[in-house]
């Protein structure tokens, strides 16, 4: 195999822009991810793949359950600040308010247009990443004529 030719090709996979939660109050911590899509309709099943030793991963193994708040077309900004550690001051990560979701307590923020959540189901452990397939639980929509964002949008690779 090339790998120039498999990082090409695999970065021809186009993915939204999601920021990814768990944890609540002052330990609530929550980064961006991309790696996620929808797995099954019935019951409703999303697959994501978080960096296997982060202290996400570790949050989302211990409570199993997280949120997911999927990020604006027009949030590069915000997103961007989640690709950092999660740091908690007060009522506000990495800059950004956030609250407590009704189903799990994972932490969602009010700026980002939908959201939702999820109780994990299955783990996948592959290499660097682990797989989480979890089944939605509760979600929610603030704006209906927002647009995601996607990765193929920004100047961001996250693949290869
Ligand atoms: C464009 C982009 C996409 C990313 N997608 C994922 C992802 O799907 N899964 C993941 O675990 N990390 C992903 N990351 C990395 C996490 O955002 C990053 O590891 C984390 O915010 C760092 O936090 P930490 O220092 O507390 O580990 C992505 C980063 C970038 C720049």
Same mark, same amino acid.
């Given at each position: 195999?090339?790998? =120039?030719?498999?990082?090409?090709?695999?970065?021809?996979?186009?993915?939204?822009?999601?920021?990814?939660?768990?944890?609540?109050?002052?330990?609530?911590?929550?980064?961006?991810?991309?790696?996620?899509?929808?797995?099954?309709?019935?019951?409703?099943?999303?697959?994501?793949?978080?960096?296997?030793?982060?202290?996400?991963?570790?949050?989302?193994?211990?409570?199993?359950?997280?949120?997911?708040?999927?990020?604006?077309?027009?949030?590069?900004?915000?997103?961007?600040?989640?690709?950092?550690?999660?740091?908690?001051?007060?009522?506000?990560?990495?800059?950004?308010?956030?609250?407590?979701?009704?189903?799990?307590?994972?932490?969602?923020?009010?700026?980002?247009?939908?959201?939702? =959540?999820?109780?994990?189901?299955?783990?996948?452990?592959?290499?660097?990443?682990?797989?989480?397939?979890? =089944?939605?639980?509760?979600?929610?929509?603030?704006?209906?004529?927002?647009?995601?964002?996607?990765?193929?949008?920004?100047?961001?690779?996250?693949?290869?």
């Amino acid at each position: 195999m090339n790998p =120039e030719d498999r990082k090409h090709v695999l970065r021809m996979i186009d993915h939204g822009l999601f920021i990814l939660g768990a944890g609540q109050g002052a330990d609530a911590v929550a980064n961006g991810v991309t790696w996620l899509m929808q797995a099954s309709f019935s019951p409703p099943l999303i697959m994501v793949a978080i960096r296997a030793n982060g202290r996400l991963h570790d949050m989302v193994t211990r409570t199993g359950v997280f949120s997911v708040n999927v990020v604006g077309s027009d949030q590069q900004e915000m997103v961007q600040a989640f690709f950092n550690s999660a740091e908690v001051q007060g009522d506000r990560m990495n800059g950004y308010v956030f609250e407590p979701g009704p189903a799990t307590g994972s932490p969602l923020f009010p700026d980002t247009p939908a959201w939702f =959540e999820a109780r994990v189901q299955d783990t996948v452990k592959g290499g660097d990443h682990t797989v989480f397939v979890a =089944e939605v639980i509760e979600a929610g929509v603030r704006d209906a004529a927002a647009s995601a964002l996607h990765l193929s949008d920004t100047p961001w690779q996250y693949g290869g």
